[in-house]
């Protein structure tokens, strides 16, 4: 596998796993122009799938940057940011169970081998804030 697919695929992965929510947690920002655009090269998608996916994001940009000023806005290791961490999470998991049924079985083991892939790679302390990584 050539360099650049790799880190097409991790970020794809990171886009996808997080879309939108990366920016909630204070790392990447992605539009969602963006997000569609790793997305559908990563999966393939067709222009239905993308137009179903971006209305899905649209729908959700107000819980989106509602979560994103709550994460901002509380201090670290205080009961809101662990509460906004969670709500936060969820609202992730919402729209991935959006998502998920409009991508093919192929699509979707893609997705999600992209996502643990992601997943695997992140560490995060008990507040919901990004840790240093440890060293195996």
Known sequence: MTMKKLTMILLAAGTIA?????AIAGTHHFSPEKRLY???KALNLSDAQVTQIKTIYTQNKSEFKADHDAMKAAAKGSD???AAFQKMRADRQAVKAQIT???TADQ???WNAMMAKHEHGRRHDK???QAAPQAK
């Not at 997080?18 to 990366?22: D, H, K, R, V």
């Open 18 to 22: 997080f879309g939108g929510f990366a």
């Open 38 to 40: 790793h997305m559908k």
């Open 80 to 82: 809101a940011k662990k």
């Open 101 to 103: 049924p409009i991508l």
């Open 108 to 110: 979707q083991t893609k």
């Open 127 to 129: 507040d919901g804030d």
